[in-house]
């Protein structure tokens, strides 16, 4: 029995076929088609040779700087820029004890940067990790009918506190070192009739 290949996988052979009118040999698949094929169409998942970038920090915000939030509950406060994350999102923080804004992630797409920066001293380590809430459990067929709303309630950790209160303990003298930076954060960014954003220089 001969191999017939193309490539680098064979796909047929040639068949040694006993008989005098039946030409001698015989050229059939390596892999035998199915008998019978499905009555649906199965979708073969494409591949994705996408390669995960990092994302490219904006040249206006750097570690210090002063950004105005342009989404979420705390939209139009100021924010303290302290870094960014593996995630590609902006770490930020009010201090919480000047704004109220505790540490948060917000994408670079929702703040605009200003020209206000603080110098900031040695951080600790902070990643993704710390925002990661944990899952609910599940409810068995008594417990599935039963409102227990109010338990399932999200409560700070007692870590995510300390941190809080560690990392206000640096940032808070840094800002007070900048004059009027105290009162700048805790106003509120506003716009009024006639007052465009995109002309104004920040």
Do not use: W
């Not at 390596?30 to 920090?57: A, G, I």
């Not at 994408?107 to 600790?124: C, F, G, M, N």
């Not at 599935?144 to 409560?155: H, I, L, Q, R, T």
């Amino acid at each position: 029995v001969s191999t017939q290949s193309t490539g680098e996988v064979a796909l047929t052979k040639t068949k040694t076929v006993a008989g005098e009118k039946n030409g001698g040999t015989r050229t059939v698949p390596v892999q035998k088609s199915p008998r019978f094929y499905p009555t649906e169409d199965c979708k073969t998942p494409l591949k994705n040779r996408r390669v995960v970038k990092p994302t490219k920090l904006r040249g206006s915000i750097v570690p210090g700087s002063v950004v105005i939030l342009l989404a979420g509950s705390h939209r139009g406060k100021r924010v303290v820029v302290l870094k960014q994350l593996p995630s590609g999102l902006l770490l930020v923080t009010g201090p919480y004890k000047i704004n109220g804004v505790p540490l948060r992630r917000v994408d670079q797409t929702y703040v605009i940067a200003t020209s206000t920066k603080v110098e900031l001293p040695a951080l600790p380590a902070i990643g993704d990790e710390i925002f990661k809430r944990k899952g609910k459990p599940t409810k068995n067929e008594k417990e599935m009918f039963v409102d227990n709303a109010g338990d399932n309630s999200y409560k700070i950790s007692a870590e995510k506190v300390a941190l809080q209160k560690e990392i206000d303990a640096l940032v808070v003298p840094a800002v007070k070192k900048v004059d009027m930076l105290q009162s700048y954060l805790r106003s509120r960014f506003t716009l009024t009739k006639g007052q465009f954003p995109h002309e104004m220089k920040f």
